[in-house]
């Protein structure tokens, strides 16, 4: 069978990210036996309708490189992708609009926003990181039977970033108790990955996996994540 997923994101051939997606899933598909194609989705296409767009995918990857050129877009895709169970991975600046997204949409949170577009917000949600992390490596502690610790089958990992923005500390616990929950964080107890509750597969991370495909290594979260899109929908 030939899975179909939606890279959302505004493609540009020089982010590296951008350059290691396509190897990363063509590595994914190889490893599952899983024939995959993919469009990459321009985040304006999806802000007058997302739905309409994405219905023929069975997976949405929400990439690197924001801020993107519509905000609404973006988290346009990721509330298809939650609200219809359809495979979602968001990283680096997909993990953030995961948490912007469920804040605005599930917790009602309508002035959560990104101070890298919105400085002077009032509810900083995505702010910047302390220390900004540019193509450094970190440890990563995961949450004990969480869905992202599953795929790793380790408590303990260690991965790649090139972010300056993430979940601000200040408001992590607008998520305690909520269906989207932090699932990872560094070494200094900063949340670093958040998951979906009673979805099929719903990961944001703040580092970048897919750069393990340009050593031409096999990822186990990319690896679920394609697997997962090839489940029949529910």
């Not at 495979?87 to 959560?112: K, M, P």
């Not at 502690?141 to 260690?158: D, F």
């Not at 990955?193 to 099929?200: I, K, P, Q, Y």
């Amino acid at each position: 069978m030939t899975i179909r997923l939606a890279l959302v994101g505004d493609f540009n051939p020089n982010v590296v990210a951008h350059q290691a997606i396509p190897k990363a899933l063509q590595i994914a598909a190889d490893h599952t036996g899983t024939d995959v194609a993919y469009d990459w989705i321009a985040t304006p296409t999806l802000a007058p309708d997302a739905d309409h767009v994405l219905a023929q995918y069975d997976g949405v990857w929400c990439v690197p490189a924001s801020p993107y050129a519509s905000l609404d877009g973006a988290l346009n895709a990721i509330r298809y992708a939650r609200e219809h169970n359809i495979a979602f991975l968001g990283t680096c600046g997909g993990y953030q609009h995961a948490v912007l997204e469920y804040a605005r949409n599930v917790l009602g949170l309508a002035d959560a926003a990104n101070a890298e577009t919105d400085p002077d917000a009032a509810l900083p949600l995505i702010a910047p990181l302390v220390c900004a992390l540019i193509d450094q490596d970190g440890g990563i502690k995961l949450a004990p039977n969480s869905l992202i610790q599953s795929h790793y089958s380790v408590p303990t990992i260690s991965e790649t970033y090139r972010c300056s923005y993430g979940l601000n500390p200040e408001y992590a616990g607008l998520l305690d108790g909520q269906d989207l929950l932090i699932s990872a964080w560094d070494n200094d107890d900063d949340p670093r990955a958040v998951e979906l509750r009673g979805h099929r597969f719903f990961i944001g991370t703040a580092f970048q996996p897919e750069r393990s495909a340009l050593r031409g290594e096999t990822h186990p979260l990319i690896t679920a994540f394609v697997r997962a899109a090839s489940e029949p929908r529910t």
